[in-house]
């Protein structure tokens, strides 16, 4: 991977002397213009067609020596240049795909710089010093001041003692961005911004490399600002053994005197399809550091976490033992499922030892049964565990034959645990081993530093079901507002599948016998939808197999595509995506409790027939959701379907070619 054109550059200095007014500098690309202003400060602003979206936003970053880099710069020398590269992406929602920027790079008097791009699809700027020794960051300012009180999707952390712990799991609240001041705690990123005629932005970061995340609240006037968590000092664990902070530093980073540090993002889309397409996080990222990437796979995975093991008409104990994950792999060889993940209970939080299972459970045994099926084992964690023993239970797993962990319970984003991400993500690589991360901040482009970084939750899933009550959760429209949102940085662990479907008047939260809100093939659309590298099947193997046709549908929509775009939708509306493999097409498509008619055009699809084998809302969806129907008909590129979705309803289509040109 790697860049493979590079042209039009030009290079020059300016004087290093500063001087009382100021410099302009403009950088355009597509319908984005770029202007940045140095005077007694630096600040840019963005126009989109000749429309400013984001009025003069003021940069700086304060060293906890007093030094303000940002305050009465003089430029020393600026650089510009147009590249193009082309982008390797293993596991990506696209395997290759080309990114184009124009760079303005300015150098400032006292060893540091800003960096920024335009692309197409946003503008991103970072930091970049060169110091010698170390540099403690005591703050950064980094601020977002909107032309206009601009409709935002806003996801904010809970209420806890600790303002920066959150699980990075809410559902957005539509609201003006001066409602922010009416918040008492903070938001946490993708920011959504709907800029009328001019488009959709997503404001985030990438490239979150030994630097502190950043969480938003509200600025001056119009806008927001960014907060970053102080540095950690002492910690205490619960009785997980999940490890939190408890006393905090006066300042959030300590950092080598050179580097760069992370990008600012303004994903930028002329509509929300566009905006739900863009590649700025993953193409701002630093490139792989796995020199080859082949062994690392995705792939479907029957879980036992969401249904409780709550397994029926077998002639054993169901439970975390032996036999039950040798069911479990039975299953996941009948119907090509390339995992099983065995979840929480696995080890014994009494020791919190992950060198060693409890009582009744041979992970060595079912590592060999599955490895005989053609099966691959994944095991959870906690995060604090798996990192305190992380090279002795990497070595022993990987020499044994499991694939990957999933770790959670972190509800961080200080330094020192984005450290231990890198930490874990490098080190499993070297093991051969994926890890997926819950209990996470949002994607900043980890996945392709490291492509065995395989999915990331930081999104409020279909867990939230077991125990969020009726419209509190209200899914169908969250299910709707992530593609644009949350899904549109990067991969997202929503944990899909629910076999038990209820309407709005009849959903229940139950613990351990959980359901879904909305229909069967709502449930079914979300695996052709959501970009999930590794994704579950949730619900309880008993009813898999009794809804075997359904089943079969779910596991044969592969988990990584060669291609995955959103063709159509508005965020709490509805939303239609398409993803190939191949040479075969799905296309999926949901709605909120509004029921709705969708149109879906082919005209994606190559020349001939395809045959499209359609899973859909049934006749009663709107009473029973567990109502569907199948059926299937001849298409073509010029063809379309119209498709009627009961509340919380959706569709899925799988399109095959026919290759008997006389039918």
């Known amino acids: 991977m790697g860049k493979f054109v590079l042209y039009a550059f030009l290079l020059f200095a300016t004087l290093a002397g500063g001087s009382a007014h100021s410099n302009n500098y403009r950088v355009e690309y597509g319908d984005l213009a770029l202007t940045v202003n140095v005077g007694e400060d630096v600040n840019y602003s963005v126009a989109v067609r000749g429309?400013?979206?984001?009025?003069?936003?003021?940069?700086?970053?304060?060293?906890?020596?007093?030094?303000?880099?940002?305050?009465?710069?003089?430029?020393?020398k600026v650089f510009k240049q147009h590249v193009t590269e082309g982008i390797d992406a293993p596991l990506y929602r696209r395997n290759r795909f080309s990114a184009s920027y124009e760079v303005l790079r300015l150098t400032m008097v006292g060893n540091y710089g800003l960096e920024f791009r335009v692309y197409p699809d946003g503008v991103a700027y970072?930091?970049?010093?060169?110091?010698?020794?170390?540099v403690l960051v005591e703050s950064e300012q980094a601020e977002w001041c909107f032309a206009q009180d601009f409709k935002t999707g806003v996801t904010y952390v809970n209420d806890n003692p600790d303002p920066y712990m959150s699980s990075f799991q809410a559902q957005y609240s539509m609201e003006k961005v001066s409602s922010c001041k009416e918040h008492a705690t903070y938001a946490f990123l993708p920011l959504y911004v709907d800029a009328g005629s001019a488009g959709r932005l997503l404001i985030t970061e990438s490239d979150v490399e030994d630097y502190p995340g950043m969480f938003i609240t509200a600025g001056g006037g119009i806008s927001y600002v960014a907060k970053h968590p102080e540095y950690p000092l002492t910690f205490y664990c619960d009785e997980s053994n999940a490890r939190y902070p408890k006393t905090r530093a006066d300042y959030i980073a300590r950092c080598k005197g050179t580097r760069t540090y992370p990008w600012r993002i303004i994903i930028y889309g002329k509509d929300d399809v566009a905006l739900a397409n863009n590649n700025m996080v993953y193409q701002t990222a630093s490139p792989s550091r796995i020199a080859d990437a082949s062994w690392v796979e995705g792939g479907q995975a029957a879980w036992d976490w969401w249904n409780g093991i709550r397994i029926s008409h077998v002639d054993f104990v169901s439970g975390i033992n032996t036999e039950t994950y040798k069911y479990y792999v039975d299953f996941a060889a009948r119907f090509g499922i390339e995992y099983v993940l065995i979840d929480d209970g696995w080890y014994s939080y009494e020791d919190n030892d992950l060198l060693h299972s409890i009582p009744g459970l041979d992970i060595a045994e079912i590592v060999s049964y599955a490895g005989f099926k053609g099966v691959g084992i994944l095991l959870w964690a906690v995060g604090n565990t798996f990192e305190n023993q992380i090279e002795a239970v990497c070595k022993k797993y990987s020499e044994m034959?499991?694939?990957?962990?999933?770790?959670?319970?972190?509800?961080?984003?200080?330094?020192?645990?984005?450290?231990?991400?890198?930490?874990?993500?490098?080190?499993?690589?070297?093991?051969?081993?994926?890890?997926?991360?819950?209990?996470?901040?949002?994607p900043t482009g980890?996945?392709?530093?490291?492509?065995?970084?395989?999915?990331?939750?930081?999104?409020?899933?279909?867990?939230?079901?077991?125990?969020?009550?009726?419209?509190?959760?209200?899914?169908?429209?969250?299910?709707?507002?992530?593609?644009?949102?949350?899904?549109?940085?990067?991969?997202?662990?929503?944990t899909p599948g629910a076999m038990r479907n209820a309407t709005r008047k009849n959903f229940r939260a139950i613990r351990m016998d959980p359901m879904s809100q909305g229909t069967r093939a709502h449930q079914v659309a979300l695996y052709v939808i959501y970009d999930s590298p590794v994704v579950v099947l949730c619900d309880n193997l008993t009813n898999y197999i009794k809804e075997e046709e359904t089943t079969e549908f779910i596991s044969g929509i592969p988990s990584v595509p060669d291609w995955l775009e959103v063709l159509d939708g508005a965020p709490g509306e509805y939303v239609v995506s398409a993803r190939r493999k191949g040479d075969c097409w799905w296309v999926g498509g949901i709605t909120t409790w509004e029921p709705r008619d969708i149109h879906v055009g082919f005209s994606f699809l190559g020349e001939g027939n395809w045959n499209a084998s359609i899973f859909r809302d049934g006749i009663n969806a709107d009473r029973i959701g567990e109502d569907y129907k199948t059926e299937s008909c001849r298409v073509d590129a010029k063809s379309g379907l119209d498709i009627h979705c009961a509340p919380g309803g959706g569709f899925a289509i799988k399109l095959e070619r026919v290759n008997d040109i006389s039918l």
Do not use: C
């Open 126 to 134: 970072r930091f970049f010093t060169s110091f010698k020794g170390e």
């Open 401 to 442: 034959g499991v694939k990957g962990f999933k770790v959670d319970f972190f509800d961080r984003q200080d330094q020192e645990f984005v450290k231990s991400v890198y930490h874990m993500a490098e080190v499993t690589a070297r093991y051969g081993l994926t890890i997926n991360y819950h209990g996470m901040y949002k």
């Open 51 to 76: 429309t400013e979206i984001l009025s003069p936003s003021t940069i700086s970053m304060t060293l906890k020596d007093g030094t303000v880099l940002g305050r009465n710069p003089k430029v020393r």
């Open 446 to 494: 980890l996945s392709r530093t490291f492509p065995n970084v395989v999915n990331y939750e930081g999104v409020f899933g279909l867990e939230q079901l077991k125990w969020t009550e009726g419209d509190v959760a209200d899914m169908p429209f969250h299910d709707v507002m992530l593609p644009f949102t949350r899904g549109a940085v990067g991969p997202l662990d929503y």
